[in-house]
Every structure is written in C-alpha cells, then in structure tokens.
C-alpha cells in the first residue's frame, strides 16, 4: 500500500481553490502524537481544544469546528474512529463525538508501516506540509503538533510535488529592487543581500505560479505575517492589517499596525504587480478578519 500517494490524495472539499485544511491538519496531529509515543486513541473530548487552536491558526479565517475531519478522515483509508459502543464514528457532529465518547487513531497497517519503517513518518509529513501550506510556516506547524523531523526523512517526494521554477525569487526581489515592499527594508552584507525573501500571494501548494505577479519581495517578518494572514493587499495594492492582530510594543506599532493603509514599495516601472486574482485568493484564504482602518500620519 502507498501510504504516501494515499497521504496526497486526502480527500478534501474544493471550490475555487478554497484551502480546506482541516483533514491535512488532524493527520498532522495524530502523527506527531504517534511519535511522541502515544500510540493509544485520541479521544475527541480530550484533543478537541488542540485541533481547535490549529484550526484557528493554520486554517481560513472561517469559523470551523475539529468534528468534521475527526469523522470524515475515515473515508480516507488512514484514520479509524470508535466509540463506547464499539466500531464506527457516531458522525461529524460535536455533541455526537462528545457523547459517545468518540475516540480516533491511525488505522492498525498504517501504525505498522510507522513501526517498520521510521522514516515513512517523515515523508508523509513532508507531504502534508508542502501540499497544503507555505514553507514559511512548516517548522513552526510541526512545533505545534509535536513533530520532529530530520532532514533525511523530508527529501522531496517528486511523484506528489510540482517542480518550482528556481529563477522566480531572483526575478522577484529584482522586481522589487531588493526591497522589503512592505516596510522598504534592504540591508546587504557587501553584495548579499540578507532577510529578503519571495513570497507567494496565492500559495504554491494551492497552484499559485511562479510568476511575478504572484510575488513580493518582503523581509523575513513581514513574510511570516503574510503567510499567517496578519498582513494582506488590498485594492489599490495598500497594505492591509488585522483587526485580530494586538501588539502593544513600539515595534509592533512601527512594524505593523503602522502599515495599515500605506502602498506598497514597487515595483519598479514596466513590471506588473501583484494579478487582481491572487490578491482576491490571499484575501479570501489567507488574511484574518477584517481590515484595520489606515494609520493617520
């Protein structure tokens, strides 16, 4: 059995290249627990507030509840749920889940396969991550859910990966005159430039392309906050701002909340910017809440 081509294949809910990853997420989960040694069942009661946080955290700004992957994950051939009655998920209900004292595991040959093969675990986490979010965001996602992966164990798996086009970071940051196109930033070391970074709008792993007008060139910070959807573009390429983002310090103020409403740094003349479609995606997908009002200066 592939496990890994199964991993791939998680059946999702699709509409527009609306991210929906709530099933990547649980198995994300419930492999890191695996790891750590838990190899008994998960009961809903019990991990329903983690999958809620990470839901929060690494899913749309939707308002969505754990109980859906935790019953529907079954259909998928990795995942298997029983309740206090034996066999079965009760469904995707949260008070079904709760009463019947629902609790879910990997399915007895997958935690086999685990056992046999260690470094199975780690290529179908890599799977995970690069099919269904930024890898600006993989380290810290794995931290949340427990996981610890060698670099041995996440080699690239070319029959689930889309080749990336390596020029796409040297034509963005060129584009941007290696400026940071949130906050200007543009510091060298000599000829080198250091805490510059390409960022997608419409994510890679969601068919975003490695073209121009789905790129920014942004500093280490703000790329972070742009995958986690503090910052955003709006109409008339202003930065936008999340209301859900709080930060009390001068830097927070000056780094971020200051942003609100101001254009961006480029590009320079005779280069598009950011393609209308990938800026609908990002705000959509991506981007928290609403908007900040724009800081008066």
């Known amino acids: ?9 998680l059946r999702q809910w699709a509409r527009s290249g ?9 198995l994300l989960y419930a492999l890191g627990r695996f790891q750590q040694g838990g190899d008994d069942e998960l009961r809903y009661s019990a991990v329903e507030e983690d999958l809620k ?14 109980a859906y992957p935790f019953h529907h994950l079954v259909s998928d051939g990795v995942w298997e749920v029983r309740t206090e009655r034996g066999p079965g998920s009760p469904g995707s209900g949260v008070r079904e889940l ?32 690069d099919l269904n979010f930024p ?11 427990g996981l610890e992966l060698e670099e041995a164990e996440t080699a690239q798996v070319s029959a689930v990966r889309r080749r990336r086009d390596r020029r796409m970071r040297e034509l963005v940051l060129t584009a941007y ?3 940071c196109a949130f906050c200007g930033y543009d510091g060298r070391i000599g000829a080198t430039p250091v805490g510059l970074e390409a960022a997608h709008v419409r994510w890679w792993a969601f068919d975003g392309p490695d073209d121009v ?4 060139c942004l500093c280490s910070l703000h790329h972070k906050l742009f995958d986690k ?5 709006g109409d008339g390429h202003r930065i936008l701002v999340s209301q859900r983002f709080v930060g009390h310090s001068t830097a927070a103020r000056e780094q971020v909340i200051a942003l609100s409403g101001r254009p961006l740094v480029g590009p320079q003349p005779g280069i598009p910017s950011i393609a209308s479609a990938h800026r609908a995606w990002h705000t959509s997908q991506v981007f928290h809440g609403s908007a900040r009002p724009a800081t008066v200066v």
Do not use: F, I, Q
Not at 18 to 26: G, Q
Not at 229 to 233: A, H, M, P, Y
């Open 98 to 129: 709760r009463d019947a004292g629902a609790a879910g595991r990997l399915v007895p040959e997958l935690r086999a396969a685990l056992r046999r093969e260690p470094s199975l675990l780690g290529r179908m986490a890599r799977v995970l991550l």
């Open 135 to 145: 890898s600006s965001l993989h380290d810290e996602l794995c931290e949340a859910v």
């Open 1 to 9: 059995m592939d496990w890994l081509e199964r991993t791939a294949k």
């Open 53 to 66: 946080r990470l839901l929060s955290e690494y899913g749309p700004s939707n308002r969505t509840t754990p």
């Open 177 to 179: 005159e290696y400026r």
């Open 229 to 233: 959807g503090v910052l955003g573009v």
């Open 213 to 216: 007008d789905n790129g920014l």
């Open 18 to 26: 609306a991210r929906a990853p709530h099933k990547p997420l649980l």
